[in-house]
DNA sequence: GCCCGCATGTAAGTGGTTACATGATTTG
DNA sequence: CAAATCATGTAACCACTTACATGCGGGC
């Protein structure tokens, strides 16, 4: 249940509808847990209708109408008792794993473009995440002290410029890998 | 289906009973996928009744009997298949990190303790890592040279063991900020 | 005229977890 | 005598994805 989580911590840092929930959880909070609109939709419904969120239903001229989302008093509750309560370590969840230990049943050398096309994508990743971290946390505009808010954004943020370095090095270790067993013959 | 594949893979290295790939979802292959034994069993019918694994029902004494599974034609020819298909760049599921930002809204010393127990998990992870890679790639007992399985399995094992460090050090950075957070007054 | 963005939703299916159930043998 | 290990399974539920559906307004 961390998507409803997830979402009391958006709507905490700013109010808004189910759409823009699914905007935000292509980028920022989406960083570290995604969403579909359909999901947020549904799990909007419940939350509302559990009293934990409050809706205002928003008019508006030249675009649909849409409800706005907000967090009331039982709903910070609740975030507050999870935030108590211990989670445990996730496992790993890794697709492309499963696929190397895969290719010594097969020629190990058909991975190589896809993790090329992988390392790329952590790669505009990375920069992404390094750009984001100039203009909110370290460049010349950020507000100076920042609160303990973004103080907090700001260290889950460089975790994920910490992964996506890690994984870019790492790839390129799977790719020398690869490449050299490319070179003798195959097996199995 | 991802766990289809993982099993495939697993049973490719050595065929072996539900049971037995239960216990290896829960260390080796299991370090970068999971399951449960319910969902194991479920799939494996599945994956026998689509023709994709051959059953031998193996009576034994003094324990009970097993089913054990093995990867025939058809299951090696999917998992060939899966290889040379693309699959999209996972996006993370960190729980944590959400707990980190939703900190903003109550104490941040609340999490210190939390924090504090996954870093350890992690550590301990770190040595159980270390200690695999020193058994069977690295140590003086492990063969000579490695076998292109075996170079895929120690590159995968790399990618666990450089995520558990990279994670540790992060850990650490959120303790320091945490802690940090701590000595100046609240908010919100 | 078409596609994109805004905005919300239904329906069907898959994947995964939790709880419950059974029963023999081995270990402390 | 209790607990753990081996071994397999059912049932109910929850989480999540994919496909489909609608409709307005603005830009190329």
Redesign the pocket.
């Known amino acids: 249940?961390?998507?409803?989580h997830a979402i009391l911590v958006s709507l905490l840092e700013k109010p808004g509808?189910?759409?823009?929930?699914?905007?935000r959880f292509e980028r920022s909070i989406g960083y570290f847990w995604?969403?579909?609109?359909?999901?947020i939709?549904?799990?909007?419904?419940r939350m509302e209708s559990e009293g934990l969120l409050a809706v205002r239903e928003l008019s508006?001229?030249?675009?649909?109408?849409?409800?706005?989302y907000s967090v009331v008093g039982p709903g910070r509750a609740a975030l507050s008792q999870w935030l108590h309560e211990s989670i445990q370590p996730e496992s790993m969840?890794h697709e492309l794993a499963v696929k190397i230990r895969g290719a010594a049943f097969d020629d190990p050398s058909v991975l190589i473009r896809e993790v090329e096309r992988h390392r790329q994508v952590h790669i505009d990743r990375l920069a992404h995440y390094l750009a984001g971290e100039l203009r909110d946390f370290t460049g010349p505009a950020a507000p100076t002290p920042l609160d303990a808010g973004q103080e907090l954004q700001h260290v889950v943020l460089r975790g994920g410029i910490a992964y996506e370095r890690m994984t870019i090095a790492w790839l390129d270790d799977v790719l020398a890998t690869l490449r050299r067993l490319g070179t003798s013959p195959p097996h199995v």
């Open positions: 249940m961390a998507l409803e509808s189910g759409y823009e929930l699914a905007r995604t969403a579909t609109h359909q999901q939709y549904r799990v909007l419904r508006q001229q030249s675009r649909p109408d849409k409800k706005v969840r």
